[in-house]
């Protein structure tokens, strides 16, 4: 197993990219690349997508390339021998967690609830997604769950723009967010690809418009940490 938190760390955004034409799935991750997004999670939601993940491990090696909608542990296996440098879940199963606890690449599973979480972190596991984030509380729900279970950094993901990303982004517990916004299904299918590299360079400029070494805290917390506080 190893530890997600970097991967949380590489943009303040993941797109969560869905993508039916492998052929489309190298122009996709260079149109990202290009606008400065350097880290993709592609879905397990099509036929096809082990296909696309091997292409992109191939043809864009500036791409952070990790998994997404991996459901069980085979289709974390698979993931994995196509490429996926590391694996996302929707939520887990106790098989799944096992599975993905034995695994030598960073993953981040999926929880909605403080349950889940808690047993996510009794494997070890700090850095999770969460997931609908705004069905299932939005940035509200995250901050008063900073307060229990400050050990956890998440990666909230459902329902988040480029609007209400900067919401989730100033919790001292969210380190980067997940969107499908930056690869809209049209821009895919009618090969657009320079609206989806000026879709990333906007996710990208989230990272200037705050800082990452000053955060908010949820409320009621103190961090004990004067480096964290603004
Ligand atoms: C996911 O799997 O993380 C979501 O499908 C992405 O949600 P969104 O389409 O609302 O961004």
Not at 48 to 76: F, H, N, R
Not at 105 to 116: I, W
Not at 124 to 134: D, Q, T
Not at 200 to 223: C, D, F, H, K, N
Request: aromatic share 4%; net charge negative; charged share 15%.
């Amino acid at each position: 197993m190893a530890d997600a938190t970097s991967i949380l760390n590489v943009s303040p955004v993941i797109p969560v990219v869905t993508i039916d034409d492998p052929a489309s799935a190298v122009p996709v991750a260079q149109a990202l690349v290009d606008g400065g997004i350097r880290i993709i999670e592609l879905t397990l939601r099509t036929e096809s997508a082990l296909e696309s993940l091997k292409l992109i491990a191939a043809e864009v090696p500036d791409m952070m390339l990790g998994a997404g909608t991996v459901l069980t542990p085979g289709q974390a296996d698979a993931a994995a021998a196509a490429g996926a440098r590391f694996l996302v879940s929707p939520g887990v199963t106790p098989s799944l967690l096992r599975h993905l606890v034995g695994m030598d690449l960073p993953v981040l599973p999926g929880v909605a609830t403080v349950g889940e979480a808690m047993a996510v972190l009794e494997e070890g596991l700090s850095a999770m997604k969460f997931f609908p984030a705004g069905p299932a509380g939005g940035p509200d729900y995250l901050a008063a769950i900073g307060a229990p279970i400050p050990a956890v950094q998440f990666c909230p993901t459902g329902g988040i723009s480029l609007k209400t990303a900067p919401d989730y982004l100033q919790l001292a517990n969210v380190s980067c967010v997940g969107g499908s916004w930056l690869t809209p299904g049209d821009a895919v299918e009618g090969q657009d690809w320079p609206r989806i590299t000026v879709l990333a360079g906007e996710a990208a400029g989230l990272a200037v418009s705050r800082s990452y070494s000053v955060r908010a805290l949820p409320s009621g917390v103190s961090s004990g940490d004067s480096s964290d506080a603004s």
